[in-house]
């Protein structure tokens, strides 16, 4: 590091990403405030809105309230003498009462006193809902002693305005559900009336509604407009009421750790104070400054590690340059010339040398080359007759060497690993490969690599040594093998080398053809990577002793049929087992895809007897495997086990078909040859209309009926055709199509190939 630091090049750099990393975090930074001060606003913004709340619920409460008093001022049946005469029936005043407290929740009793009255029965009674009581009594059952009485009475002879009295301040404790608060107001707007209503608030529900708005850990305190604290939701246990009351009252004094958060009423005048932990109310705030400061910190440390590490990531390939070059170093120590400046210089020089190079280059030479060698490849040059100036240029490319002999290197899973790349990244992997191949074969003899003659791969050619003419084989091999661990340790590609046998240069391409057929088939049937000619003379032995085998592939379908229909599972398997060794061995990918089909068709058949709620789902499994190409032997054979085992396991499940169908089933298999058959016909023979026979069939067999007679039809006419040398015109006579053009029309679209067509590829497999 300290090398580093001490170069000039490596002070450029760093000084660069520190210069980026400080905008950088200058730009966090000034995000993070912003974010932070949103953050303050909304939280001191919800604190204002929640007590504004509460004090125009508490203003509302109480104008409630004095509405209620200005109505009963008003009902005569309340009035001084009406309670005098019905002084004997208490229960129908307090029924009356009851009636104004109703539509109020949160009144906990309501009572009525008349002072200075000429009614004696009525001096010195309090009128309430649940009966008529003393001031003294009302003070001990009503208020359970916690208002005073000589208070009470106090109040109500002197009372001119509405006045709140609270148990609060009589109270040796700090608080609790069980205070008592009571709201006295005068009956009449005038200030001398002689009526005084009282309402018992539900302190209980007060705090409750309170208890909703506020942080749980708050303490809140009530003073009416004299100052007089009335109501107190204990929050804290930490926190006495009359300290909190004598702070609000001197606001010089403070309590260490909490925040008095105040709030005025506009009409009643009431003064809320709200004593809220500073912790706990700056809690989501001081969550937010510790996330920001710790998100700064880490991104500028984070920052300083990525700086030096950039700075000699960009600094090393430099400095390997120069250290590989003694001449810079020099240069450099003379001239005062930092690495970059040095390189620039020397890649500038070797710039013109390369362009002085190939203006000396013969590029005409070069297509030539190339033209001449794929013509032979391919077999389109007859290298024994074809002009001297061909035969001149071959010679000079193989030399008088009598054999050569054609690699094939080949990408596995070309267009999903290769294909999807730019045609400048393909282009220079092939010429990567290239490369690689003249270099490792360069020793054995003359040799080239061509990558544009298969689309997938490229093709090598040797033109052997005398020295080496008896070891191609082997030589072949072992830089085959070098090529594909070169090509998967830098490049992480799967390759696939084949090797054609020794040819001379007119029958060059025979070495290619069986080069790249094998090396197609190599991939679907996930042989070996490397492939020589003496495993391609044994697989033609293997083949000879097999011959047989390909006459019984077709029956296999057969087998595979009572195999499921067996409900064994290790038969099936041992089956599947014997199909996949068979084909691995022929290396025939064309017979293999038909016996494949063939083995589709039987279990689709197998299909049409299973039970309706297991149907559909595996015919689309078997769609699904049809369509698919599989890209080995072992993976179709390991989707056709699934399927055939699926199909074991639902047979035998409500497989049991009901009479109507089998009376369907048998007179279509009875009748399908008469070209007259249709749906009418099979409905009129079962005595049922053609619609209740369109969805009856099709919900039983998955097929619409005259879809499944066609198949019927397709089917003994694909019999016919392998089977007899019966014309186009009989095979239509007898399984009941109209015309020709129609049973073509039918063949085609089902098998995707011509009747005609199909018969001479069955007869061709057959024999």
């Known amino acids: 590091m300290r090398k580093a630091l001490q170069s000039k090049l490596y002070r450029n750099f760093l000084g660069r990403y520190l210069l980026i990393l400080a905008v950088s975090g200058l730009l966090l930074l000034i995000t993070n405030i912003i974010s932070l001060s949103n953050t303050y606003h909304r939280l001191t913004e919800n604190t204002h809105r929640f007590m504004a709340h509460m004090t125009e619920q508490l203003d509302t409460r109480i104008l409630d309230l004095q509405k209620l008093t200005l109505s009963v001022s008003h009902d005569t049946r309340l009035l001084p003498y009406q309670l005098h005469e019905q002084i004997n029936y208490p229960y129908l005043i307090a029924d009356e009462l009851d009636k104004l407290k109703a539509p109020s929740s949160e009144l906990d009793s309501i009572g009525l006193f008349y002072r200075n009255t000429p009614y004696s029965s009525l001096e010195d009674v309090i009128f309430t809902d ?11 059952l009503i208020c359970r002693s916690k208002i005073a009485p000589e208070s009470l009475r106090s109040l109500m002879e002197d009372l001119k305005t509405p006045m709140l009295l609270s148990s609060l301040t009589n109270e040796h404790n700090q608080g609790g559900r069980d205070h008592v608060l009571l709201l006295l107001v005068p009956l009449d707007s005038t200030p001398y009336s002689n009526g005084i209503m ?4 539900n302190y209980a529900a007060m705090i409750d509604s309170f208890q909703r708005t506020i942080d749980p850990a708050s303490s809140l305190i009530i003073f009416d407009r004299y100052g007089t604290p009335f109501f107190y939701l204990d929050g804290s246990p930490d926190l006495d009421w009359r300290e909190l009351a004598l702070a609000v009252q ?10 008095l958060l105040q709030e005025t009423s506009e009409k009643q005048q009431f003064h809320v104070v709200n004593a809220t932990q500073r912790n706990a109310y700056f809690h989501e705030y001081y969550v937010a400054l510790t996330v920001s400061l710790g998100i700064v910190l880490l991104s500028l440390g984070l920052g300083l590690v990525l700086s030096f590490r950039s700075a000699r990531k960009s600094y090393e390939p430099i400095q390997e340059l120069s250290s590989r070059l003694p001449s810079l170093t020099e240069r450099s120590i003379a001239h005062d010339e930092d690495e970059l400046a040095q390189l620039t210089r020397y890649i500038e020089q070797m710039r013109d040398e390369s362009i002085n190079m190939s203006h000396m280059m013969h590029n005409q030479e070069i297509l030539t080359r190339n033209q001449l060698l794929l013509a032979v490849l391919m077999g389109k040059l007859n290298v024994d007759n074809t002009t001297q100036a061909n035969r001149s240029v071959l010679h000079k490319l193989l030399d008088s060497r009598e054999w050569s002999n054609v690699l094939v290197i080949m990408f596995d899973d070309y267009n999903s690993k290769v294909g999807k790349e730019p045609l400048s990244e393909q282009w220079l992997l092939k010429y990567a490969v290239c490369n690689v191949f003249e270099n490792l074969s360069g020793e054995h003899g003359i040799n080239y690599a ?25 030589r072949s091999r072992a830089f085959a093998a070098q090529v594909l661990k070169f090509m998967d340790r830098h490049f992480k590609l799967s390759l696939s080398c084949t090797i054609g046998e020794p040819q001379s240069a007119a029958e060059l391409y025979q070495s290619y053809n069986s080069a790249t057929s094998l090396a197609e088939y190599r991939i679907f049937a996930g042989k070996q990577s490397i492939i020589t000619q003496s495993e391609v003379i044994q697989q033609q032995k293997i083949e000879e002793d097999m011959v047989g085998d390909k006459r019984q592939i077709t029956d296999i379908a057969e087998e595979l049929h009572t195999a499921v229909c067996s409900k064994d599972p290790e038969r099936l398997q041992r089956l599947i087992q014997e199909l996949k060794e068979r084909f691995t061995w022929l290396e025939d990918a064309s017979a293999f895809r038909l016996t494949f089909l063939q083995m589709i068709f039987t279990l689709n058949q197998i299909v049409n007897n299973i039970s309706l709620s297991h149907r559909e789902a595996i015919k689309y499994k078997l769609e699904t495997l049809a369509d698919h190409k599989s890209e080995t032997v072992g993976e179709a054979c390991a989707n056709l086990l699934d399927v055939s085992r699926s199909i074991q396991d639902s047979l035998g499940e409500d497989s049991n078909e009901d009479r109507l169908y089998s009376s369907m089933l048998s007179y279509v298999a009875q009748n399908y040859a008469d070209y007259n058959l249709s749906l009418s ?21 998955g097929l619409p009926l005259m879809q499944y007679v066609s198949r019927i039809r397709i089917e003994k006419a694909k019999e016919l055709l392998e089977t007899t040398n019966f014309s186009i015109k009989e095979i239509v006579e007898q399984v009941g199509f109209v015309d020709e053009n129609n049973f073509s029309r039918a063949f085609r679209k089902r098998e995707g190939v011509s009747p005609t067509k199909y018969r001479s590829v069955r007869q061709n497999f057959s024999s």
Not at 250 to 259: A, D, I, T, V
Not at 450 to 474: P, R, T, Y
Not at 681 to 701: C, D, G, H
């Open 130 to 140: 649940t009966g008529m009581y003393t001031a003294e009594s009302y003070a001990k």
């Open 198 to 201: 009282i309402y018992k608030l």
């Open 250 to 259: 001197n606001s010089e004094q403070r309590f260490r750790g909490y925040l």
């Open 450 to 474: 061509l990558d544009l003659a298969i689309d997938n791969g490229i093709v090598g050619i040797v033109s052997w040594n005398n020295e080496f003419a008896d070891q191609w084989e082997e």
């Open 681 to 701: 016909t099979v409905a009129e023979q079962l005595s049922l209309t053609p619609s209740y026979v369109t969805r009856y069939f099709k919900n039983k067999n």
